[in-house]
């Protein structure tokens, strides 16, 4: 059973950064893309940025394009996202998201596994 454990929400001021980390286990990390997903409060949940399961290949939601960087570390089977300048419309709960192939996930419905949440609240 793959399970996805996320770190690192918390509150900031605009214009702070803050990272996120989710370490993966059940499989074999490596060979899967990960990807990263919010949802706000009476919102549906949204794409944010992907990345392929050898990290050489990344995609990101035009909100957060060039603000939020994606990254993963295949020895350690985790995936980060550094959020940068950020706003108080990025304010939500962040979650960590596998699927079944190797490129990329960039859409709920390519989601198989998700993990629990991690809450970043911006403030202005």
């Known amino acids: 059973q793959v399970q996805l454990v996320e770190s690192g929400g918390g509150l900031v001021q605009a214009g702070g950064s803050l990272s996120l980390s989710c370490t993966a286990s059940?499989?074999?990390?490596?060979?899967?893309?990960m990807g990263w997903f919010r949802q706000a409060p009476g919102k549906e949940r949204e794409f944010v940025a992907s990345?392929?399961?050898?990290?050489?290949?990344?995609g990101y939601a035009d909100s957060v394009k060039g603000r939020f960087t994606i990254s993963r570390d295949n020895a350690r089977n985790t995936v980060y996202l550094q959020m940068n300048s950020l706003k108080p419309e990025d304010t939500a709960v962040y979650y960590c998201?596998?699927?079944?192939?190797?490129?990329?996930?960039?859409?709920?419905?390519?989601?198989?596994?998700w993990g629990q949440g991690t809450q970043v609240t911006v403030s202005s």
């Open positions: 990345i392929s399961g050898s990290g050489g290949y990344t």
């Open positions: 059940g499989r074999t990390f490596s060979s899967y893309a």
């Open positions: 998201a596998t699927g079944g192939g190797s490129f990329g996930v960039a859409a709920t419905r390519a989601v198989a596994y």
